[in-house]
């Protein structure tokens, strides 16, 4: 075994050469040289250190010439003591570094002996674990395969049961040779099952169905709302501003005056009133002109939405049905502390941005510079949900995911550190980040992104200045992420592809939301997956 040792580097040599082979890890008058030859060759120092160091103290000699005037040969001499008292010192030192050294050395050898073993036990570790994670594959795929078969397994039973009850009344008298022939028809309808959900979703983005507009839609944040600014937005192809009137409270106007068509957000707000850059008209929250500077006073409005403020959030109502009475809660669950609200312009359908909030099974291919870095690819990944419900978890992700209609979708995301995965539900993990997505549809190609996100972990993040402006950038670097393909696909789909051509078991919180919005454009009385 080879043996490892160290000498410390001096100015001077302390040894003659020897056969052994020296590897200099430190520069300079003073370094650390790592010595390899066979165990039990270390050369001994111990007699060019005797006659190194073996100096006899030289103070006994110093002459006694205190109170005395010096002639320069005295001088000389006392210099010279001095001399040689300072070299006598300095050998001591460097003797006494030289002993703790070795013991170091005596301390550190038995561990350089072990360096192999310790290197063999890694690198059988290392396998185990390949083979480890062979085997967890392996189980996810028999996991598969039990499920599908279990799901076959029902769908026959269903099928015999219904064929049983048809029959009852009817068959009781049959042939066995007629009950052969019945039990090959059932399991010919069993390979058949029913045929795949298909989704067409081609071709240049039509205009919003009016059924659309009867919702609730948050399109702001109260805290981006001040009492004397404004915010002018996109919504449904139509322009608006939003701004707080004398009680405080919000309105939404629409964004041209009525006078010449100038942009109101262009001028500014007076008094609760927001006033046009142009000729001074002043309008209200509810739209009407309450001043005409410079001429009579006329009886003009324009129109203005119901607006309503609630959980720190502006929502307006842009459809002709009236309001519902209540409005849904957006906050996140108890204990969540909010930690950043960001507001972004995306140009994307906002249709397509909520395909791609909804699927989480794309985050191991798509957010390797962010959030699922590190991640491992599953053999599987499921959306497991209610028969009728917009919301569930994903396995094997410890996230739990409900698209809210008409374009919210929240998330709560079980986490232990930054882009590391714990536990296989969310209950099993310690800490968590709740998100909210709201997509608003500005216009067929740009969505109004409104972002929230929450912790329950780390409340002193909340006071750090500027950390609002890290949330945005690490926002944005996963929006980068997403919108290079899902900018792609709009390509496509204006081009006339289908963006729906074959969905798969991981896709269904994505097809239950294009079930939801086919529905509410073609006017059903009943939306699927209501509560």
């Known amino acids: 075994m080879t043996a490892i040792t160290t000498a410390l580097s001096l100015p001077f040599s302390l040894c003659r050469s020897t056969k052994s082979y020296t590897r200099k890890y430190v520069k300079g008058s003073f370094g650390v040289f790592a010595v390899y030859g066979e165990e039990g060759g270390m050369p001994d120092k111990t007699s060019s250190w005797l006659t190194l160091f073996n100096v006899e103290d030289p103070r006994s000699k110093v002459p006694q010439i205190k109170g005395r005037f010096l002639d320069a040969n005295q001088a000389l001499q006392v210099a010279r003591y001095d001399l040689q008292y300072c070299d006598w010192r300095a050998r001591q030192d460097v003797l006494t570094i030289m ?8 301390v550190l ?4 002996r072990e360096y192999k073993s310790i290197g063999t036990m890694k690198k059988e570790l290392a396998e185990l674990q390949g083979e480890l994670s062979q085997a967890h594959n392996q189980v996810h795929i028999s996991e598969a395969r039990v499920s599908a078969a279990l799901d076959k397994l029902a769908y026959m039973e269903e099928l015999v049961n219904d064929r049983l009850l048809q029959e009852r009344s009817t068959a009781e008298s049959d042939c066995p040779s007629s009950s052969a022939s019945t039990s090959t028809a059932l399991l010919d309808t069993v390979k058949s099952k029913q045929p795949r959900r298909t989704l067409s979703v081609s071709g240049p ?15 702001a944040f109260s805290a981006d709302l001040k009492d004397d600014t ?3 937005i996109d919504c449904f192809e139509q322009p608006w501003v939003i701004f707080r009137g004398n009680d405080g409270k919000p309105g939404c106007v629409q964004n041209t005056c009525a006078h010449r068509a100038c942009p109101l957000d262009l001028g500014s707000v007076k008094e609760g009133r927001i006033q046009c850059p142009y000729h001074g008209w002043e309008y209200s929250t509810d739209g009407k002109c309450e001043k005409m500077p410079s001429t009579r006073l006329l009886n003009v409005k324009i129109k203005a939405l119901p607006c309503f403020e609630q959980e720190g959030m502006i929502w307006i109502w842009p459809g002709n049905d009236p309001p519902a009475a209540t409005l849904p809660s957006l906050l996140p669950p108890s204990g969540f502390q909010i930690h950043a609200e960001i507001v972004m312009e995306l140009p994307v359908e906002h249709g397509l941005l909520l395909d791609n909030l909804l699927d989480l099974a794309h985050a191991p291919f798509t957010h390797t510079s962010t959030f699922a870095k590190g991640w491992s690819v599953p053999s599987l990944v499921k959306f497991l949900t209610p028969a ?3 919301q569930g978890y994903w396995d094997p992700y410890p996230i739990d995911m409900e698209f809210r209609p008409p374009c919210m979708v929240l998330s709560t995301i079980g986490i232990s550190k930054p882009g590391k995965l714990e536990g296989q539900s969310t209950k099993q993990c310690s800490t968590h980040l709740h998100q909210l997505h709201v997509c608003l549809p500005a216009s067929r190609h740009k969505t109004r992104l409104l972002y929230r996100m929450s912790l329950d972990f780390a409340p002193l993040l909340k006071h750090i200045p500027f950390m609002q402006y890290v949330w945005r950038h690490f926002a944005e670097q996963v929006l980068n992420e997403d919108l290079r393909l899902v900018l792609g696909q709009q390509d496509h789909m204006l081009n006339g592809a289908n963006i729906w051509n074959l969905p798969v078991s991981y896709d269904k919180l994505g097809v239950r939301y294009r079930i939801w919005r ?3 454009d073609s006017g059903a009385k009943h939306l699927p997956f209501s509560k």
Do not use: C, I, T
């Not at 002993?99 to 005596?106: D, G, I, S």
């Not at 050898?109 to 350089?112: C, G, V």
């Open 205 to 219: 983005v039509q205009d919003y169905s009016s059924r659309l507009k009867n919702f609730w839609y948050p399109v």
């Open 518 to 520: 086919d529905a509410v």
């Open 230 to 232: 404004m915010l002018p």
């Open 109 to 112: 050898n038995p561990l350089a």
């Open 99 to 106: 002993l703790l050294h070795e013991r170091v050395v005596e």
């Open 388 to 390: 009728s419900g917009l």
